[in-house]
């Protein structure tokens, strides 16, 4: 004859035990959660110099994916620097701009990048410009004449040595670059060392900036960025736009500069007519003297 085993009531023991049996089971659940949180996360971590992903083998305070990108945003952070504010008046940031377009003839060599528009209204283009407080304009020693016909009057050009091309010529190699600028405000010379004077004019060799991520022909290197930003009286609190930011270098030096940690948001791109009415499209069929930047980096001269 089978015998038929009641239901087991539990006591109040036994809900305790229960209860803690639970609870025991769900400590056991959570440390797997978190885990694949963890490994969520570090997935999803991106390299602040690349922007590819960082390994996830890599130390959990890793900010970039590898040795050779973390020297490379080292150099280019301690170049470039954080910017002093010089005593500016609060409430009065500037609004600063920068255009580093394909240099007149020279738009051919940006064909495939994805900004490419052809040669650029530098009409327009100056007279966007002039709507900021303080602006900076690149361009080659051999369109200097017509471009600077262009601008307002007040204008100054400085210089940037960069050097010459390692190659045979029977002319003289270019081996500067003119800036077309307008300062946004004065610097106060009391936060000033004889190290640190605002000069008109910069000698910095350039190389391959291999390291540098979207580079394209003509990238600026860090040591022009200071140069540029000290050359426009730039403070930290401006706001900063570029217009042809092409490999991003010139951006990602002002967010150091500004200390935001972040390049700005791209500005909107040039919206130039056609090369048929840019007054100093007539240097597009002629030889350039002054070589495509030596460098690869953004659109037309970045």
């Not at 394909?102 to 060599?109: D, E, F, H, T, V």
């Not at 007279?127 to 900021?132: K, S, V």
């Not at 150091?256 to 048929?276: I, K, L, R, Y």
């Amino acid at each position: 004859m089978s015998t038929i085993t009641p239901p087991h009531i539990p006591t109040n023991g036994d809900s305790s035990c229960a209860a803690g049996a639970t609870r025991r089971v769900a400590c056991d659940v959570e440390p797997d959660a978190s885990r694949s949180t963890t490994a969520l996360r570090d997935a999803q971590r991106i390299c602040a110099w690349c922007s590819g992903p960082i390994p996830a083998a890599a130390r959990r305070d890793a900010v970039c994916c590898s040795v050779r990108c973390r020297q490379a945003r080292h150099r280019f952070t301690r170049t470039v620097g954080a910017g002093v504010t010089e005593g500016v008046a609060a409430g009065h940031p500037l609004r600063l701009a920068y255009a580093d377009p394909p240099y007149p003839g020279n738009a051919r060599l940006y064909h495939g990048h994805r900004d490419y528009a052809g040669e650029v209204d530098h009409t327009a283009l100056i007279h966007r410009l002039t709507t900021y407080d303080g602006w900076a304009l690149s361009t080659s020693a051999a369109a200097l004449p017509a471009v600077l016909a262009l601008c307002p009057a007040g204008v100054r050009v400085a210089a940037w040595h960069r050097g010459e091309r390692p190659t045979a010529s029977r002319w003289p190699l270019s081996a500067w670059e003119p800036v077309i600028y307008v300062q946004g405000r004065a610097s106060n010379p009391s936060y000033r060392t004889y190290a640190t004077r605002r000069v008109d004019s910069l000698v910095h060799g350039v190389s391959a900036m291999t390291t540098l991520p979207a580079r394209v022909i003509g990238a600026k290197p860090a040591a022009f960025c200071r140069w540029l930003f000290d050359l426009l009286g730039a403070d930290p609190g401006d706001s900063f736009d570029d217009l042809f930011p092409g490999s991003g270098a010139v951006s990602r030096a002002w967010a150091v500069f500004a200390g935001t940690g972040v390049p700005s948001p791209a500005a909107e791109p040039d919206a130039s007519p056609p090369a048929e009415r840019d007054v100093c499209s007539f240097t597009c069929n002629q030889p350039s003297s002054s070589p495509a930047h030596t460098t690869p980096s953004a659109s037309g001269g970045p």
